[in-house]
Nanobody, 114 residues
Framework: VQLQASGGGLVQPGESLRLSCAASGSIPGSALMAWYRQAPGKQREFVARIIPGGATNYADSVKGRFSISRDIRKKTVYLQMNSLKPDDTAVYSC?????????WGQGTLVTVSS
């Protein structure tokens, strides 16, 4: 299983970005998938997840601003990030869990700066 994240970049405060994470290999399109992030000098933290069935959870720091969604047929999960703040600057990594095994993708850097 491979997870390929993309969509990061440099944006100004208040702007939006959409991250994508495409899964390939032996993983169902409905697997639990999530986004984590790690800011410089900080520990990795949970951002959002979507479970089989479609329920979603968010970190308090991103509730109301970020939205996670998925395309099951494309095995792709998205993270729509609105009203970005400088504190959202981090490397965002994709995570998947299926059949008792977890997988991590490489990160994509999001920089929010004026």
């Amino acid at each position: 299983v491979q997870l390929q994240a993309s969509g990061g970049g440099l944006v100004q405060p208040g702007e939006s970005l959409r991250l994508s994470c495409a899964a390939s290999g032996s993983i169902p399109g409905s697997a639990l998938m999530a986004w984590y992030r790690q800011a410089p000098g900080k520990q990795r933290e949970f951002v959002a997840r979507i479970i089989p069935g479609g329920a979603t959870n968010y970190a308090d720091s991103v509730k109301g601003r970020f939205s996670i969604s998925r395309d099951i047929r494309k095995k792709t999960v998205y993270l729509q990030m609105n009203s970005l703040k400088p504190d959202d600057t981090a490397v965002y990594s994709c995570y998947a869990w299926t059949s008792g095994t977890e997988f991590w993708g490489q990160g994509t850097l999001v920089t929010v700066s004026s």
